[in-house]
Every structure is written in structure tokens, then in C-alpha cells.
């Protein structure tokens, strides 16, 4: 039996949302067709995108599929700085934060060799936004911000981020916001609409929906330039033809996944404590990153991120995934190379100990006896990585 | 029993673990990441110079069932292989990474870990044969195949070390490697060996070694046995003794003959060059004896074979040791041989140790190197 403990990599599929898909796969229509197969194909993306709309607060107009998580970090950062300095070219500025997942930081440091000034401001050691540097870096000059990038919680350590005295500060000069809500969805409130946002980033898989579908929430005054030219599909910013299987599997589980947010987030929470609990029982010196308290505004109720003093994080990913049981040193990996997280790095940590994390993310499969089977396998896997470290060390 | 495969990305190494996993070995695949290649856009990033190497390895542990995962020794190769390497060359020695490699990295590092983390073994894909002698020792024989024999490389590994690894491949020739490669449905049966060292990705050793030391040592003078200058040059580690081609000196030889480098001394960056007869050598002395079984008593004569080089011809020889020094004197004599690489001794086909040369002795000269 596998213990999945890895949901914010990615979900298992919802039933539903499974249903949803395998119902269109065999039918035809290009929703930009006009005869009958077409119209049917584009009213399952128009009730889809109604779906969402309703289910995250926002109106249908505000919904542009893409592909994905990062496709949508793309298009809203490029696409905004791009038009804001059209409009205005002192506008160079983005502001975001150094713990942002890679589609938003590489968009970022390939804008700086295209003339934007990219700020990332700190965080703290619970790695949150300082928000009084954040006041700081913005009002030191307005009018040259072109945007505001900062993510709903991190993907890595869970923090929650403050996006909302991000978007009054920036809104007091004009300067858009756009938040990668990705690991948010599902798991915390999410109210398009009351956020103040102009573009919010989601993905299908994360919530128990396919791959390959997401979206960006943009508001309707709002210009992006596109990032794909071709049949203007979606609002003319972004073309390629419409996936309705996809986007009727993202629809439902979009649904699902809301309609069932606070009951999972209560669930979570209480298996998240649980995991914490027995893994400190188990091994003492084990450290709690990120931020200790509960609640939305904290942390995502399904992280946990822990450190391990003295041990290699990818030995104890091989030797718990080993006994079945997968989760993730949390870092960006490159041909499977384990990097030390930037995340962690940002949040004050030092290389070594930055290595030695893990982190475990629980989802809507999640049971006790997952919790219970990485507590009673914890021990003895760190004990052997941490001699596996000191013969590293030792020459 | 729980083997750790040292998956390269070739057709060795993939048919090694192919080959321990039929035989019902618990096996887990790991490719190992040696060199830093931080990318553009993301600053401190590691990556391999062979993300196409640990794709292949991937598949092929697919290929097998295996699980597969990367292991970042950069910092161990670099500290260990790669500044080494260097300060050889700096010092006007001629080294083998490989060995180093093997000795330093793939048994010593990867393999210490593997039992830490409660492997038995490591497999790998070189060509040597593991036997049980009389005395219950482990013995390293060359492999069946002697144009892929890589029992020289090998030569570093001591009994504790061998007794951990297993080479399944030094029965076999490489053709039916890559038979049976193609037969297992593994798509590196085709791809081509690897010969060059692995972290001088262009093989240009000399351009990379030109970039690394132009600050330690900026040039000197090419002279003859007898010390007259012949011409200058710009950097000592640009020439490895017996070269012929690239010395560039104006003036030839009185005799019309071809020269070749006979002596490089660092300090003085002074290259030394001289006739063909003058590379021969008929003694070796030799530092950091490594013994694959029991140490050679001291004082004992023990006639043998010794090779220099990879993939070069045996010598006859006879070695004696004392203290941590070898001296081996040659029957058969060998040419242009540096200090810094290593003569690896056999007793028939069994690998009886190794050590790295510190001076060589030339045929009917008093002229001796020593670079200890």
C-alpha cells in the first residue's frame, strides 16, 4: 500500500471530476465551431467557466483557461508588465517576494534581462512577507511599479502570505496585483472578488482535478498583452485550441473542492497536528518550519514541513519511499538533482539545514493510518540517514 | 541482499543492473550528478553537463524495474577529483581522474553511504572479474574481454572495498553487452563509449587546463638534456612527458631526429626535451601503495607483471616495497611514463595492488625525476 503524503505535487483524481472527463473524451466539437457539435462543445466550456466563476467568486468573463499553473504565472506577469509599461514606460518595477514557486521567479529574472527592475522583498523567519519592507520598497516610488506579484501560501513551507494589505498598498497607487493561488485552492477561502486581486493563478490537478488545465482570473478592465498569438480562443490573450474534457474535469473538481474547503481544511488540520505530534514524538530534535499556527491566515492545514538535524533529505526520501511512503524534499529538482530550497534559504536557513527537510502534504485521500504509518517508519529511517551522513562527512 | 547500481547513463552500467536484478538482487538505481552547471535563470542551481546521460539512466532502471533515483556528489567530485586533478597537473604531475574517481567517489563516497543506508553492495558496469581466492579473500582478476579490461583503474580498491562491490560484466565481451543491451530492450545498447574525461565536456584536456592555470605558472623555457634553451613556452601543463607534437621550437635536433618531453619541472616551468632513447625507463619509484589483499611484506622481492597506463601493455618487473613506498624495477622497459600516474601490479591476471609513481629511473642515465 502506497502512503501518499505528497498532494501539494500533485492529487489524486475526484471520481467526479473523472466522470466529467471520460463523458466528453469521445465526443467532437471544436468549441469554436459554428454547427451543432460545436455549440455543444462551447456550451460545456461556457457552463465550466460559470462553474468556476461561481465557485471562486468571480464573473465567467474573468475566467481564461491556459494550460496550467505556470502558463498562468506567465501570462499574468509578462502579459501586465508588458501593457503597464506600454502604457507608461517609467512603469519597470515588479515587486514580489524570494520564496515564490520557479513559474513566477525564472518569468521574473527573464523580465530583468528585458529591462524590468525585479524587488523581491524579504520574509520573515516563518517565511512571510516583511510587509512594512514590502510598504517600504513601493511607496519609495509608485508611479515606476508596473506590478505586484505575491503568492496566496507557499507551496514549500505553507505559509500564508498577507495578500491582502499587499493589495491596499498597492491599490492606493494603482498598481495591479496577481497572486499564484495554487496550493490555496481547496484548502483555504478563496473569494475572487472580495481579495481586491486583479489576477489570481489556479490549477486543475492541484485539487483533484487533471493536468494540463488551469486558469488565470484576471479582471476585465484589466490589458495583458499575450503571451500566445494565434486564434484568440480565450479573451484574444490567449490562443490555442479549447480542451472541454479538461475543462469540464477542472469544472467539477473546482466545484467539489470549494463546496467541500472548510470540512477538508478541518480534517487536514487535524492529521497535519497529528503527523507533527507523533513525528517530534518519534524523533525529538526534529524542527517545525515554517509558520506554527493554525488557521487560514497562518498555514495551509495540509502542511508539514520538518527538518531532520543531521540527515540528507533525499536519503530519507529514498528510504521512506522505499517502505512505500512519498513525499518531497520540497526543493525544485533538475534531472532529479536535489538543490537546497530557495525557500528555506530565504527564510534564514542555512544550506545544510535547508537539506535536510522534508516536506509532507496532505490531501483530500489523506487517513489517519497514512499519519500513523510514516510515524511508526520515522525513527529508524533518520537514524539511518544520519549515519549516512556522518560517512559522507567522515573522510 | 539490497545492491546499489552506479547507473551512468552507457550500456555498461545498465546491463549490470539489469543482469543482478534478474539474478533476484533487491536493486535500486542511482546516477550520480559529479559536475556543477548553474543555469541561467536560476542562480546556485545544479545541474548535471549529462542531463541526457540521467535520462538515459532513468529509462533504463525503468527498462529494468527498478527504482532510480540522483545522488549530488558535485562538491565530493570536485574537491576530490577535480582540484586534484589540477594540482597534479600544477605540480608537473600526470594523473588518472579516473582512478581517483573510483577510488575517492564510486567506492569510497557512494559506496559508504550505500551501507549506511543498509545496501549490501554497489554494482557497477566496469570490466574486471571478482573471485574467491583459497584464503577466502575476495580477488580482482582482469576481465575475459582484455580490450575492455578495466582492472587498472580498479587497481586503488582494497579488500574491504571489493568484498562490497560486484562487476558482472567481466565474463562478457562488449559486443554481447550490446547484444544483450538491445535484447533487454534498453535503448543505450547502441550508444556510443564514453572515452574522454567526463568533466572536460569538449575533450579539448589542454584548451581546459589552459583556462583553469593561466594563474599558476605563465611559462618558462624548453632546453635540451644539457640545459641550452631551444625555445619558450607558455605553461608546463600544457606538456606531459614523452609528447612529441606541439613543442613548436624553432631550431631542430643537430641530429635531424625528432624530440620528445623528457622532464617537466613546475617551479621553474622549465620543460626539458631530448631523443626517443632517452624516454626509456627501467625503474619506478612509487608512493600511496594500495593492496587489494595482504600488504606486500616489506623487504620481499615479488616478481610480476605491472601495467602504466590504461589500456597499456604489461611489464615484466619485479617489486619490492618498504614503508609506504613501492620500487619497481622494470625487465621489460617502458616509455615515456610521468609521475602522478599509477602502476598497477598483477600477479597473472589477479590484481595484487596499486601505487602512484613519484620518480622514474632511465634506461643507462642518472638522470631520476622525483615530483614525491
Known sequence: MTVYLDHAATTPILPEAAAAMTAQLGRVGNASSLHASGRDARRLVEESREAIARSLRSRPGEVVFTSGGTESDNLAIKGLFWSRRAEDPRRVRILSTPIEHHAVLDPLMWLATEGAKVELVEVDRLGRLDIDAFRAALESDPDSVALVTVMWANNEVGTVQPVHEVVEIAHAHGIPVHTDAVQALGQLPLDFAASGVDAMTVTGHKIGGPYGVGALLVRRELQLTALLHGGGQERDIRSGTIDPPAIAGFAVACEVAVGRQLELAEKLATLRDALVAGVRREVPDAIYNGDPEPGSEHRLPGNAHLEFPGCEGDSLLMLLDARGIECSTGSACDAGVPQASHVLLAMGSTEECARSSLRFSLGHTSTRSDVDALVEAIAPVVERARNAALSLRAR | ?372
Request: glycine residues 10%.
Open chain 2, 1 to 372: 541482499m539490497r545492491v546499489l547500481a552506479a547507473m551512468s547513463g552507457g550500456v555498461d552500467s545498465a546491463v549490470a543492473a539489469a543482469r543482478v536484478a534478474e539474478q533476484g538482487y533487491d536493486v535500486t538505481g542511482i546516477h550520480l550528478a559529479l559536475s556543477r552547471n548553474p543555469r541561467s535563470y536560476r542562480t546556485g542551481a545544479r545541474g548535471c553537463c549529462t542531463i541526457e546521460d540521467a535520462n538515459d539512466a532513468r529509462r533504463a532502471a525503468d527498462v529494468i524495474g527498478i527504482p532510480f533515483y540522483v545522488w549530488d556528489l558535485s562538491e565530493r567530485f570536485h574537491e576530490d577529483v577535480v582540484e586534484d586533478f589540477l594540482s597534479e597537473y600544477a605540480e608537473g604531475r600526470t594523473p588518472n581522474p579516473c582512478l581517483r574517481c573510483n577510488e575517492k567517489i564510486k567506492f569510497t563516497a557512494v559506496l559508504d553511504r550505500a551501507i549506511a543506508l543498509g545496501f549490501d553492495a554497489v554494482v557497477t558496469g566496469h570490466y574486471a572479474q571478482l573471485r574467491t581466492g583459497d584464503d577466502g579473500l575476495i580477488e580482482m582478476h582482469r576481465a575475459e574481454d582484455m580490450s575492455k579490461d578495466q582492472s587498472y583503474v580498479l587497481g586503488v580498491l582494497t579488500q574491504d572495498q571489493l568484498a562490497h562491490s560486484l562487476f558482472p560484466l567481466g565474463d562478457t565481451s562488449k559486443s554481447v553487452v550490446r547484444e544483450e543491451a538491445a535484447r533487454r530492450g534498453l535503448a543505450v545498447a547502441a550508444k556510443p563509449d564514453s572515452h574522454d574525461i567526463c568533466f572536460i565536456s569538449d575533450g579539448d584536456t589542454g584548451g581546459w587546463l589552459a583556462d583553469q592555470l593561466s594563474d599558476v605558472n605563465h611559462g618558462g623555457s624548453i632546453v635540451d638534456a644539457d640545459g641550452e634553451e631551444l625555445g619558450k613556452h607558455e605553461g608546463s601543463w600544457r606538456y606531459t612527458i614523452g609528447q612529441r607534437r606541439g613543442l613548436r621550437i624553432g631550431t631542430p635536433a643537430e641530429d635531424g631526429r625528432p624530440r620528445y618531453v623528457l622532464d617537466i619541472e613546475p617551479v621553474s616551468g622549465t620543460v626539458t626535451v631530448g631523443p626517443r632513447e632517452s624516454l626509456s625507463v627501467d625503474g619506478l619509484s612509487a608512493i600511496r601503495p594500495r593492496w587489494c589483499g595482504t600488504a606486500l611484506s616489506p623487504g620481499v622481492l615479488l616478481e610480476c607483471t605491472v601495467q602504466l597506463r590504461a589500456h597499456g601493455e604489461e611489464h615484466r618487473a619485479v617489486v619490492t616495497t618498504a614503508r609506504d613506498a613501492v620500487s619497481v624495477t622494470l625487465i621489460d622497459p617502458a616509455s615515456g611514463i610521468a609521475p602522478g600516474q599509477a602502476v598497477v601490479v598483477y600477479d597473472g591476471s589477479r590484481v595484487v595492488g596499486s601505487a602512484t609513481i613519484s620518480a622514474t629511473h632511465r634506461a643507462g642515465s642518472p638522470l631520476a625525476q622525483a615530483r614525491g
